[in-house]
């Protein structure tokens, strides 16, 4: 499948593709902490939403704690909840100088790495995405995500040196997940979207830059997802990085965002994930989905509707359902 091609195709194909997968623990009957831990679980979980709902790809976690707990850092593990890094574990230049790049497969990579071979396996009739943060968001994690934009001004020298290594191990992380079939990868990199533009240049797309170029080929690409609130100041930034697809969160209008993004270039988004998805109800995800659609679509051929972030693991599959619907209801209105 040439896949640049196909997320140039989602929208004709009447599709969509939210971050979807953590709802699936209420589907198989299991907590968050046994999705995470468990890659027969987490395959099982993609396959359970694969034939649930016609999502235009099947698309791993967005945990964003896996890269950072592979480097050393505690994570925090709820069984309702999505994983959070606790603490930093650089916290000095020696320390940056001292970091060790983990093997992929380390703490919980190789089991991730596994279930996407496994879903690969199970889920046929669309490409399977999996999950990696960003080079940035995972430096951030490893230097404490406020210390990180101090340090971006005071220690700018011991941020690059974190941001190497951090890159270097993605760059073998991305091509475990090429080489057990995935699709592509979503590479979540929001702690940058809360960056001055300036420093976002300097320290995020170069590494991000980097990463895509040695990624993606004609059969496997690079969605990049960023829901930070300064996205559009950085917008020419981020375009840069020369992902096949980007997308963005509910912090920012995605009206907004689409006058900056070439009709070209493939643009998801944007709606709430704990706002509606999780919080809202069948009635209100439906008009919320139906009036950005209503709003967009007409005025751009390359935006495609989508979830703001990874959905919560609680939110009700009633409100999920309704979303699809929603998209159905539009495209069946309009032809489109």
């Given at each position: 499948?040439?896949?640049?091609?196909?997320?140039?195709?989602?929208?004709?194909?009447?599709?969509?593709?939210?971050?979807?997968?953590?709802?699936?623990?209420?589907?198989?009957?299991?907590?968050?902490?046994?999705?995470?831990?468990?890659?027969?679980?987490?395959?099982?979980?993609?396959?359970?939403?694969?034939?649930?709902?016609?999502?235009?790809?099947?698309?791993?976690?967005?945990?964003?704690?896996?890269?950072?707990?592979?480097?050393?850092?505690?994570?925090?593990?709820?069984?309702?909840?999505?994983?959070?890094?606790?603490?930093?574990?650089?916290?000095?230049?020696?320390?940056?100088?001292?970091?060790?790049?983990?093997?992929?497969?380390?703490?919980?990579?190789?089991?991730?790495?596994?279930?996407?071979?496994?879903?690969?396996?199970?889920?046929?009739?669309?490409?399977?995405?999996?999950?990696?943060?960003?080079?940035?968001?995972?430096?951030?994690?490893?230097?404490?995500?406020?210390?990180?934009?101090?340090?971006?001004?005071?220690?700018?020298?011991?941020?690059?040196?974190?941001?190497?290594?951090?890159?270097?191990?993605?760059?073998?992380?991305?091509?475990?997940?090429?080489?057990?079939?995935?699709?592509?990868?979503?590479?979540?990199?929001?702690?940058?979207?809360?960056?001055?533009?300036?420093?976002?240049?300097?320290?995020?797309?170069?590494?991000?830059?980097?990463?895509?170029?040695?990624?993606?080929?004609?059969?496997?690409?690079?969605?990049?997802?960023?829901?930070?609130?300064?996205?559009?100041?950085?917008?020419?930034?981020?375009?840069?990085?020369?992902?096949?697809?980007?997308?963005?969160?509910?912090?920012?209008?995605?009206?907004?965002?689409?006058?900056?993004?070439?009709?070209?270039?493939?643009?998801?988004?944007?709606?709430?994930?704990?706002g509606q998805f999780r919080n809202g109800t069948p009635e209100s995800i439906r008009?919320?989905?139906?009036?950005?659609?209503?709003?967009?679509?007409?005025?751009?051929?390359?935006?495609?509707?989508?979830?703001?972030?990874?959905?919560?693991?609680?939110?009700?599959?009633?409100?999920?359902?309704?979303?699809?619907?929603?998209?159905?209801?539009?495209?069946?209105?309009?032809?489109?």
């Amino acid at each position: 499948m040439y896949m640049r091609d196909w997320a140039k195709s989602i929208r004709k194909a009447g599709k969509t593709m939210p971050i979807l997968s953590f709802p699936s623990v209420s589907l198989l009957g299991i907590t968050v902490s046994e999705l995470i831990s468990d890659p027969k679980l987490q395959a099982k979980g993609m396959k359970a939403v694969a034939d649930r709902v016609p999502s235009a790809a099947s698309v791993s976690m967005m945990d964003l704690s896996v890269e950072a707990e592979a480097f050393g850092s505690q994570v925090k593990v709820s069984d309702i909840e999505v994983p959070t890094v606790v603490g930093a574990v650089v916290t000095s230049e020696e320390e940056a100088d001292a970091l060790e790049v983990p093997e992929v497969g380390a703490g919980r990579t190789g089991l991730y790495i596994e279930a996407i071979s496994n879903v690969c396996k199970m889920v046929d009739d669309r490409p399977v995405f999996a999950g990696v943060i960003g080079p940035f968001s995972l430096a951030g994690r490893l230097l404490d995500v406020t210390e990180a934009l101090v340090y971006c001004y005071t220690e700018p020298d011991m941020v690059h040196t974190v941001m190497r290594k951090v890159t270097d191990f993605l760059h073998k992380y991305i091509d475990a997940y090429k080489q057990v079939g995935a699709s592509g990868v979503v590479m979540a990199e929001p702690l940058t979207g809360i960056l001055s533009p300036q420093l976002a240049v300097e320290f995020s797309e170069p590494y991000v830059r980097e990463l895509v170029e040695a990624a993606q080929t004609d059969d496997f690409i690079v969605i990049y997802h960023n829901c930070g609130n300064n996205t559009i100041q950085m917008i020419d930034s981020i375009l840069r990085v020369g992902a096949a697809a980007y997308h963005f969160g509910n912090s920012i209008k995605m009206a907004d965002m689409m006058e900056k993004i070439p009709s070209d270039i493939v643009a998801m988004g944007n709606i709430d994930p704990a706002g509606q998805f999780r919080n809202g109800t069948p009635e209100s995800i439906r008009a919320a989905t139906l009036e950005l659609m209503e709003e967009l679509y007409p005025k751009y051929e390359n935006f495609v509707i989508s979830s703001g972030c990874d959905i919560p693991p609680a939110s009700p599959w009633e409100n999920i359902d309704a979303y699809f619907a929603a998209v159905a209801e539009y495209h069946e209105k309009y032809g489109m």
